[in-house]
């Protein structure tokens, strides 16, 4: 689900739309001059990173639990603890540092990037989840499985024997 925010629906359907030849010309063109700066973003705040005393120096606080690890700006801008002067700082050194990347960007794109880094792990573990269940579906149950066998609630055994599903997903 949180794949399909409406804040990035514009990343996920202009190319779609625009396949089909609903979008405008200039609207493709603007939506590829975003997504190039959103690409070039989410590069460096995936690749840069500072030793924990780094970050805190700068005035970001760093989980405790990564301490002596480097962590990367995408890392720390999901621990979604930062206040709005944090975010300014850290986005303040990666402007100093790739000012071709950042010095340009339109303020919407650096939400953008703040956004997916906030929910990168959620969706991680989304992901995980959806493939495991993908995983399930091609798991047969025989067809003579005693569900009264297993370990389960009565009312979960009846409708398991009334369903008969023929994959653990089914099951599920």
Known sequence: RLSLRHDNADIRLTPIASSLGYVDPTRVSRFEQRSKYI???????NSFK?????????GISCSSSSSGVHRSAASILGQGNLNNKQIDNMFSILLEKWPDVFSSIHPSVRVYIETECKYASILQRQKKEIDLLKSDEDLSLPSDLRYDSLSLPSDDIQRLERIRPQTIAQAQ
């Open 50 to 58: 500072l030793h924990p005393s780094e970050w805190t120096r700068h």
């Open 39 to 45: 690409d070039h973003g989410m590069d460096v705040v």
